[in-house]
């Protein structure tokens, strides 16, 4: 959201400084969004982390299925649950777990840094 609200390339450590985590997890992270195609990477003097052309298109859906998965929300196979055969628990979490990317899907990226969420994010800079 820092780099949609900016518009700018801004550093690892610049980053790290302005959402106050610490360096390492914001460079895990940058990896991980630059393999997903979300951020681009610049090396070098003038270099930096930017967003991608691709990611200003996204839907907040896109980028958290991307970074959490679509896996389901409880595991009932590893171990095997008793309740598995009769258990209705399942399927209302299959059916809640749609509903919250159906409601993802429809949040672009762009909406994510309007008023007010925009400037407070730049205030940080």
Sequence with gaps: MMLAATGEQL???GLADRLNLPRNHVAK?????QREGLVATTRGRNGGVGLSEAARHVSAGHVVRRLEG???VVRC???PCPLQRACRLRGALRVAQEAFFTTLDAVPLSDLVARPTGPV????M
Excluded: N
């Design 11 to 13: 550093t690892v450590d």
């Design 29 to 33: 992270v940058v990896q991980r969004l």
């Design 70 to 72: 679509e896996a389901e």
């Design 77 to 79: 196979d590893e171990p």
């Design 121 to 124: 994010l730049l205030s940080l």
